[in-house]
Structures are given as structure tokens and as C-alpha cells.
């Protein structure tokens, strides 16, 4: 596991023992490696710009006061999404002053998909990257954050679980569903399930 892909466990955990010992460089790495995903997520949680880069600073601000307490995680990028959903979720109860509001209306998932050429295999035509978009906006909200989580960041099912508050098994059938809905309506006789994936990897 890694800050990003092109950084090794070995660095990672070198970085993440400087950081628990105080050291400000090592905090900016680990800020700079995860905000842009913290960002692009949050936006798809909550459209409100300002409400979103606070949730992020409150994030960083409270690991680094909490950080000798906070043991190593095994995924940066998982542990701070987590965090993030949960900061954002529990300040809009604050600000709505509705302690038992229920999650879905406070956070509604939305994604719109990145269709250039460059993400999507060759074989793919413009009308079925148009239909993929078209066929994704009639997901739930729920739906969408699953498979931007599975296709677009690399969750595993568990983490995905534990992120969005769902059961395990819930996850891996709303993403086959998902996925079988794809297929079924591209009417994808002659294409592999790979571009399927260079489909769904497609979004923002």
C-alpha cells in the first residue's frame, strides 16, 4: 500500500513515523499526496467548495493534534476518506441542529463522467460513453459513490463497507448489479469486461 501508487509501503511508513514524531515536511507530504482525492470526493458528497476544504482542514488538523495516538494506518488514502465522510456528516448535523438526521440527507452522492478519449478503451463508440453517463445519473446516489470508490480510487469491497456504512455483501451486489445494468444496455456482445471497467474508471 502506498501515499500514492508510485510510493512504497517501505516510504510510506517512513514518512508516517516522521510525522508522528513532529516533523512538519512529513505532514505537508501526506497533505499534498491525498488532498486533491480528498477534494474531488468530498465535491461529489456536498457541491459547497468552502464547506468542503474546511471538512478537509478539520481532517489534517485533527490527525496531526491526535497523531500519537493514531496508529499506523494500512491505507492512507482509505483512512482519510473515511475521515473525511465522517467530518462532513457530522458538521452538516451540527449546522442543521438535527442530531438523528439520517445520512442520505446530508450526503447525496453525485458524479458526473470524464469521457475523453485518452480513459476509455479505443473500441468504445460515442454513443455508449454517452450512454454510460446517461445510465449512471439513474443509479442511486448510493450507487454512483460505490462505484467511484471501486473503479475510480481502488477500494477493496471492505473498505468500501466501512467508508460508506454498508454491509459487505450489500456492496458487492449493488456493484455487480451495476455493472450487469452497463453491459445489458450497451448491449456489449463483442466487448470484454475490461471495457466495461475503462468505462467506469471514467469518472470524475
Known sequence: MS??????????ERIWIEFVNGDKTAFTSIYNSNVDALFSYGMKLNSNKNFVKDCIQDVFLDIYEHRQQISMPRNAKFYLFKALKRTMFRELKKERKKSSLP???????FTEYNIETKTINKEVKKHQKEL????????TPK??????LRFTKGFNYIEISEITDINHDSVRKQ??????????????????HISVYSLLVAIN
Not at 3 to 12: A, L, V
Not at 103 to 109: A, K
Not at 132 to 139: D, F, R, S
Not at 176 to 189: E, F, G, Q, S, V
Open 103 to 109: 445520512e442520505v440527507e446530508n450526503l447525496s452522492f
Open 175 to 192: 456493484v455487480y448489479r451495476a455493472i450487469k445494468k452497463l453491459r445489458k444496455t450497451l448491449d456489449l456482445n463483442n466487448m470484454t
Open 3 to 12: 501515499i500514492e501508487s508510485e510510493t512504497t509501503q517501505k516510504e510510506f
Open 132 to 139: 454510460v453517463a446517461k445510465i449512471t445519473k439513474e443509479l
Open 143 to 148: 450507487q454512483q459513490e460505490i462505484l467511484y
